[in-house]
C-alpha cells in the first residue's frame, strides 16, 4: 500500500540525512522454530526436540523489533501460527507501526480467522508458502492436500479483507512451462 512505500521511503530519508550507509529495512523475526509440516527441503524441523519447544515471549520480539527499527517485520518460523502467542505479537507490531507479514504455510489459517482472532489492517500480510501447481507444492511439503487447505486459506482471507501474497521457492529443475502455469 502507498503508506507502506511512504513509511519506508520516510524511513530511508531519515537513515540517510543521519548519514547512515547501512541500516535494516526489514527484520526476519523467527519465534519458533516448530512446524506441521516437515518439508524434505526444510532443516529446521532437523533441530533437536528442546530447540524445537522454545519459543520467543512476545516481549523478547517486541525487544528486537525495537531495538532493529526496521519498518518491515516478517515473521517466518516452522510455522509462526503454532506459536502460543502470536496474536498477541502480531498485535504489538501492528500497534508500533510496523508492517508485518506473517509467513504461514495457512494449514491452519482459515482455524484463526475463524476463530476472529486476526483483524485485518493495512498493516498487516499474510505471506501464505505456495511452491507451484497442487502437484508440485504437495510434493515439496511432502504432505497431499496442503495446496488445496492453503488455496481455500488464501481466499477466505481475501473474503475478510486481509492483505495476501505468496511466497514461492523454485526448486533446481522447475520447469518453465509448469511455473508459468501456477
Not at 16 to 25: E, Q, T, V
Not at 104 to 131: G, V
Request: proline fraction near 6%; hydrophobic fraction near 40%.
Amino acid at each position: 500500500p502507498i503508506s507502506q512505500m511512504w513509511t519506508v521511503a520516510r524511513y530511508v530519508i531519515g537513515q540517510r540525512l543521519k548519514r547512515r550507509r547501512r541500516f535494516p529495512l526489514v527484520l526476519m523475526l523467527e519465534p519458533l522454530f516448530r512446524c506441521n509440516l516437515a518439508c524434505a527441503g526444510c532443516g529446521k524441523i532437523q533441530h533437536p526436540t528442546s530447540v524445537l519447544r522454545q519459543h520467543l515471549s512476545p516481549q523478547q520480539c517486541f525487544d528486537a523489533v525495537d531495538e532493529c527499527g526496521a519498518p518491515i517485520v516478517s515473521i517466518p518460523g516452522g510455522e509462526p501460527l503454532l506459536h502460543p502467542e502470536i496474536v498477541e505479537i502480531v498485535e504489538g507490531l501492528v500497534d508500533r507501526g510496523k508492517y508485518v507479514y506473517l509467513c504461514t504455510n495457512a494449514i491452519l489459517l482459515k482455524q484463526k480467522l475463524d476463530q476472529d482472532l486476526f483483524r485485518p489492517s493495512k498493516y498487516l500480510t499474510f505471506s501464505i508458502h505456495m511452491d507451484g501447481t497442487e502437484e508440485a507444492h504437495d510434493f515439496a511439503v511432502c504432505r497431499e492436500g496442503v495446496y488445496q487447505v492453503a488455496v481455500e486459506a488464501i481466499r477466505d482471507a481475501l473474503q475478510r479483507g486481509f492483505r495476501v501474497t505468496t511466497n514461492t521457492t523454485l526448486f533446481d529443475g522447475a520447469d518453465p512451462v509448469e511455473v508459468r502455469t501456477f
